[in-house]
């Protein structure tokens, strides 16, 4: 496709050291559907002798995409940049699909790899203690954003990852066409509160500009509402 297009990308940030590096992992093709799931928030049970509101509920609604990305070895060498031209040569799209694969493996938390490993147990960067080990935090699915054009930059987790591999290179059986089905599930406001390290502050961020957006973009809608709304209701 000739000209410049705006393309999906997924970005999230692999701690090395001495500083992270971000994994972008951009769409070689857009998807040509999307599907946007909202699962309303759970109420609040009315048992029987309850004065509890049966209406309220608990949290935000929750969040989720999926779709199919395509990808193909061969046109990424037709582009004729060196750098993907020599990967697609070599491995296909194998690259791609490990990227792809690594967002659904847990990733130590800041501090928490080898360096954390080595620090808590000499109980450096804390309050000496009588045991000489000192437990480290848990692991974590690696936080993601989804960006889809700048109206929606959401921080997610994959949730589900199904790739079909449909042809392959006749030197190292390398997969050169695939279709990777993917389900990704907003964060809400609450999971935020744990995410840490460069990207914490970044899907904060993204989450309120992307809420704060939808919220105006609904409050537009309210000229049409006006005026449709008029010999609708019964007064």
Known sequence: MSGFFLRGAL???T???????PNVIIFQYNPETMTHTWTPATTNPNTPGSTSNPLAITGDPQEAFSFTLMMDSND???DGDAVETGLATISGVYTRLAALEMLLFPTAPPGG????????ALGIGGSPSSDPTRQVPAAQLPTVLFIWGPGRIVP?????????EKLYDSTLLNPTHVEAQL????LTQEELKY?????GSLANTA???????REALALANLANAVESIIGMLPV
């Open 183 to 186: 389900g990704l599930r907003v």
């Open 195 to 199: 995410v840490d390290g460069p990207l």
């Open 11 to 13: 970005i999230d940030f």
């Open 15 to 21: 701690e090395t050291f001495p500083i992270p590096i």
């Open 156 to 164: 997610v987790r994959v949730t589900a990852l199904t790739i079909t």
């Open 113 to 120: 790899g080898l360096i954390g490993s080595v620090t808590a």
């Open 207 to 213: 989450y309120s500009y992307s809420q704060g957006l």
């Open 76 to 78: 990424m060498i037709a």
